[in-house]
């Protein structure tokens, strides 16, 4: 079984910044796509962002589209979402999820999934 690792989360004022970092175990991690999912009390959960195995491809949802940037380093096993400009909306749990294929936006294509972790924005 994956086990996947969240963390960075946190209480933010409007404008500020966040990273949040996705860790897992699996093998071969550099062949999965990650994704990062948020979801909010009563709201679906919301796609954030993607990114191909390679890097080289990386996938926004429109309400985080030029303020968060997801990344990820696999020598280290880890994918990251930068979040700057936070707002109040942006408040949610926030998932990191992975598929050993392209799974974009559904949430039902991706194989394993973070336990959550907290993003408060309030002034």
């Known amino acids: 079984q994956v086990q996947v690792a969240q963390s960075g989360g946190g209480a933010v004022h409007p404008g500020g910044s966040l990273r949040l970092s996705c860790s897992a175990s699996?093998?071969?991690?550099?062949?999965?796509?990650i994704g990062w999912f948020r979801q909010a009390p009563g709201n679906e959960r919301e796609f954030v962002a993607c990114?191909?195995?390679?890097?080289?491809?990386?996938y926004y949802g429109d309400s985080v589209n030029g303020r968060f940037t997801i990344s990820r380093d696999n020598a280290r096993n880890t994918v990251y979402l930068q979040m700057n400009s936070l707002k109040p909306e942006d408040t949610a749990v926030y998932y990191c999820?992975?598929?050993?294929?392209?799974?974009?936006?559904?949430?039902?294509?991706?194989?394993?999934w973070g336990q959550g972790t907290q993003v408060t924005v309030s002034s």
């Open positions: 999820a992975g598929s050993s294929l392209f799974a974009g936006r559904s949430v039902g294509r991706y194989e394993f």
């Open positions: 699996v093998r071969t991690f550099s062949n999965y796509y």
């Open positions: 990114i191909r195995w390679s890097g080289s491809d990386t």
